[in-house]
């Protein structure tokens, strides 16, 4: 009887004494690779047996490296390759083997191979960004990978800065459920989750966000990057909805779109016009657009004319945008949303590329504009300068499972306690994770909010 | 449509719904957004561009297309390339250069069928000015059109309407590929290879391989080169390229050395022995010869009267009775191959001789000048023509109208998935 060890023991012989040297070394670096991915997986905390199996090793090698999108794009390509490898091989013996069929297969398996380098790559580089090494590693991995695999894995010198295993956190686990109410006027938000589905796997980008806007009040929602900020507002406006219920002045967003999407207006970060048009010509469009039919041209003309006058636009009218400068672009770009008198009015980051003077006019005009009973919810990076001028605020935070929520909604000034930060650029700096500069504390704030809720709703 | 009526909100207070433009009334927005563009812009580069292309293209075609076969293809495949060239530029940045915009304005209540509409019709005028340039530049430069038209009362009208569809369908085309990119490098990173595609699977003048010939069915450039094609009348041209292959070895010496015996074996071949009834010399022109040159002797094969059948019908003592005015009815053959080769092949000095070697050779203008120059260049043309006829290529108006078809169905196929793929522009990813 042939036993296992004999087996595998008669293969070594085989592959050492019959195969080409070409094979030897591919068989013998994948094991090697194994070997230092295993060691590897361990230091990140996951489980190092998946370095054993080929496909896996990629997809968990994403997960190491804080890629596992680009991960997960390197093992299905891996695996279309070799499946396509296989594919040729097996119709080899069948009549249906044909020269042109062996191209094909031969370049579509090229492709995949390329395209999974690729990705290969980028998780690489996110390796190397958790090992907090070089990025010239990058060279060494892609030409012999299980030689820098072997050093990362099995030496104690290397460490990773933060390990990709899951954070039994208790924040990422504890939902507050307390719903906020919905009234006759102002914006109620009730969003139980909003998630993505990408390669079959589903992704949580926000979970478990209740408030209650008044209106006339502008609220600052501040968050670090990733966090799900301009997420959570197409949830809101109702442009990407969410598992949500989102009531406006006692409608319900969601249900009546179609005729609520004119009463929301969205300030995109970016300048989005047409540079070909002039400044009346680009409001004149936008009347049409938004304005209902009601409006005759003469009304539509007196809008236009109102809303330049407004945000001081009347002197260049008839300037094309493209010589328009980055301040009066930004109002344009204002202008636009606002020529319908929108009920709930959302702006990402218009103070972008603006100094600070330019900046607080454009906020004070929008304080104005909240004073007329509209609800305005800001995103901005520079929150400081401006934050006499806010209600409240919203800070979004990713919890262990990165995973958008909600550390805190209401006025700046309990914000502040509640912090304990004086300034909003503090608070984010406290809500970010250590990798990107800040204090790591999301999950603690995430927790602590949660349970005020609870206990309120309780 | 937009609709006005009263809804009732779910708190059962009566909210009046606002009537929003509709898309037929947004397309106006657009257009206007277009030509703005077209000014402002320097989209009317185009223009010029499309002048200087034909210009180009004129040049190499001008002597040759609606003159003969190759002249006729190349001609077709060049305008082809022409338009679908012209088409593609169009509108390859399209859509995908102000691609936020559009996700903007789609928020903001804007019709993806208008925004598409709006684009058809602009880049209709777009492309309808185009043709017209390179029609006109086209004969500017004196390409020689037939002044009829097939289909309509001009030739060149007839053309400008192929070129235009293909320019358009290539122009929806690649309005679709913008549709589809997220980035002017993404489109202008696919645009070559869907211009590869349809110039080298377009089926007209590079050969392709049997398995990717169905291909070419799917290539606007094919029906584009079937249309021009039919309508520069392919199949009615001379094909002149063997000739002129044949007039380039005018000085070159053909043949060598040949044993009797390999000749006399050519008279036992197939295509000799097929031919075998076929008259050298008949009656007639044996009168008429005789008659102009008196005191010639009759070979002696003719006026042996047991020579065979024919032979002997043939007599001319036969002829000579039946008076002048039935000469001509009654014909007869005098020689036939069968009878030369017979004679031939038992002739016994022939067969004593068959190792004998002989060196046969001859100038190519030699054989030219024996068979007839004029006839020889006829008959290679006609025959390289009728061999290299292609039926796709029949000057009918079926034809042509079957090929401006399909090319209006490419047209509506790619303005329809342009507007499904601008329908995701909400998916894009941020």
Not at chain 2, 86 to 98: D, K, L, P, T
Not at chain 2, 297 to 322: C, F, I, M, N, R
């Amino acid at each position: 009887m042939t036993t296992i060890p004999q087996t595998i023991l008669r293969s070594l012989v085989y592959i050492l004494l019959e195969a080409d040297m070409d094979s030897v070394y591919s068989m013998v670096s994948a094991v090697l690779l194994m070997v230092g991915l295993y060691g590897i997986f361990r230091k990140c905390g996951l489980k190092p047996w998946h370095a054993l199996i080929p496909c896996v090793q990629e997809l968990k090698m994403g997960e190491a490296a804080g890629r596992a999108d680009e991960g997960r794009v390197a093992a299905v390509m891996r695996a279309v390759s070799t499946v396509l490898i296989i594919l040729d091989a097996v119709l080899e013996l069948t009549p249906f083997y044909s020269e042109d069929i062996d191209i094909l297969i031969g370049v579509a398996s090229v492709l995949a191979s390329l395209v999974s380098m690729v990705y290969l790559v980028r998780v690489y580089l996110g390796l190397i960004e958790v090992f907090g090494l070089r990025r010239r590693w990058v060279i060494l991995w892609f030409l012999v990978d299980w030689f820098p695999a072997l050093l990362w894995g099995w030496l104690k010198k290397y460490q990773p800065l933060w390990s990709a295993a899951e954070i039994k956190s208790d924040a990422a686990n504890f939902f507050s459920n307390s719903r906020a109410a919905v009234l006759d006027q102002g914006l109620t938000v009730n969003l139980e989750e909003r998630t993505a589905t990408e390669f079959f796997k589903k992704k949580y980008l926000l979970r478990d966000i209740h408030m209650y806007i008044q209106p006339g009040h502008m609220v600052l929602l501040l968050g670090g990057s990733g966090a799900g900020k301009t997420t959570f507002l197409n949830a809101v406006n109702g442009y990407e909805p969410a598992k949500a219920e989102v009531v406006m002045n006692g409608r319900n967003m969601y249900k009546n779109y179609k005729d609520m999407q004119y009463d929301i207006g969205f300030v995109p970060q970016l300048d989005l016009m047409r540079g070909s048009d002039s400044v009346y010509r680009t409001l004149m469009d936008a009347a049409a657009l938004r304005l209902p039919m009601e409006f005759s041209k003469e009304q539509r003309q007196a809008r236009v004319e109102e809303v330049m006058d407004i945000f001081g636009l009347t002197p260049v009218k008839s300037n094309l945008v493209v010589k328009l400068s980055g301040g009066q672009r930004k109002r344009l770009s204002i202008a636009m949303e606002f020529i319908s008198n929108p009920t709930l009015f959302i702006l990402d980051e218009p103070d972008s590329g603006l100094d600070g003077v330019m900046a607080r006019e454009l906020f004070e005009q929008l304080r104005k504009i909240a004073d007329q009973g509209k609800i305005i919810i800001v995103i901005t990076h520079t929150p400081d300068r401006v934050i006499d001028l806010f209600d409240d605020v919203i800070v979004l935070a990713k919890d262990a499972k990165r995973t958008g929520r909600l550390a805190y909604y209401g006025p700046i000034s309990e914000a502040r306690t509640f912090f304990g930060k004086d300034r909003m650029e503090e608070i984010v700096k406290s809500i970010n994770r250590t990798e990107e500069g800040g204090e790591g504390r999301a999950d603690e704030f995430i927790l602590k909010y949660a349970e005020v809720q609870h206990g309120r709703s309780a | 449509m937009a609709e006005a009526r009263e809804v009732a909100s779910n708190r059962g207070r009566k909210i009046r719904r606002m009537r929003h433009r509709g898309r037929s009334s947004q397309v106006s927005i657009y257009l206007g957004k277009q030509l703005r563009f077209f000014i402002n812009e320097n989209d009317w580069k185009v223009l010029p561009m499309a002048a200087i292309i034909a210009a180009l293209v004129g040049m190499v075609i001008r002597k040759r297309f609606f003159i003969n076969m190759e002249g006729s293809l190349i001609g077709a495949f060049a305008l082809t390339c022409v338009a679908i060239w012209n088409g593609c530029f169009n509108s390859i940045q399209a859509v995908c250069r102000e691609r936020p915009i559009i996700k903007r304005e789609h928020r903001s209540g804007m019709h993806i069928t208008s925004y598409v509409a709006a684009h058809m019709i602009y880049q209709f005028l777009l492309c309808l000015a185009q043709t017209g340039l390179t029609i006109y530049v086209l004969m500017i430069m004196q390409v020689r059109f037939p002044e009829k038209g097939f289909i309509t009362p001009f030739m060149p009208l007839d053309i400008g309407i192929t070129m235009l569809l293909i320019t358009y369908a290539a122009d929806m085309m690649s309005l679709f590929l913008s549709s589809i990119s997220h980035t002017t490098t993404g489109a202008m990173t696919i645009m070559p290879f869907a211009l590869i595609f349809q110039l080298v699977f377009s089926g007209g003048v590079i050969p392709l391989p049997e398995w990717s010939q169905s291909l070419s069915d799917f290539t606007i450039s094919n029906y584009g080169i079937k249309a021009l094609a039919s309508q520069s009348g392919y199949n009615e041209r001379p094909m002149v390229t063997a000739w002129q292959t044949l007039e380039d070895m005018r000085d070159d010496e053909v043949g060598g050395d040949v044993t009797l015996g390999r000749i006399l074996d050519i008279l036992d071949s197939k295509p000799v022995q097929d031919r075998r009834d076929l008259v050298l010399i008949d009656s007639t022109w044996l009168d008429q010869t005789l008659d102009m040159e008196e005191g010639t002797d009759l070979p002696e094969e003719a006026a042996d009267p047991s020579a065979g059948p024919e032979a002997g019908a043939a007599d001319p003592s036969v002829s000579a009775e039946t008076g002048e005015a039935d000469a001509a009815a009654e014909t007869v053959p005098v020689l036939t191959v069968g009878q030369l080769v017979d004679s031939l092949k038992e002739f016994p000095a022939l067969q004593a001789n068959r190792d004998r070697i002989f060196t046969l050779k001859a100038k190519v203008s030699d054989l030219f000048e024996m068979f007839g120059e004029e006839n020889l260049k006829q008959l290679v043309q006609r025959k390289t023509a009728e061999a290299n006829y292609k039926e796709e290529y029949e000057m009918s108006r079926t034809n042509i109208a079957g090929n401006w078809f399909v090319l209006g169905l490419y047209i509506l196929f790619f303005a329809l998935i342009s507007v499904i793929a601008l329908e995701f522009i909400d998916k894009d990813k941020r």
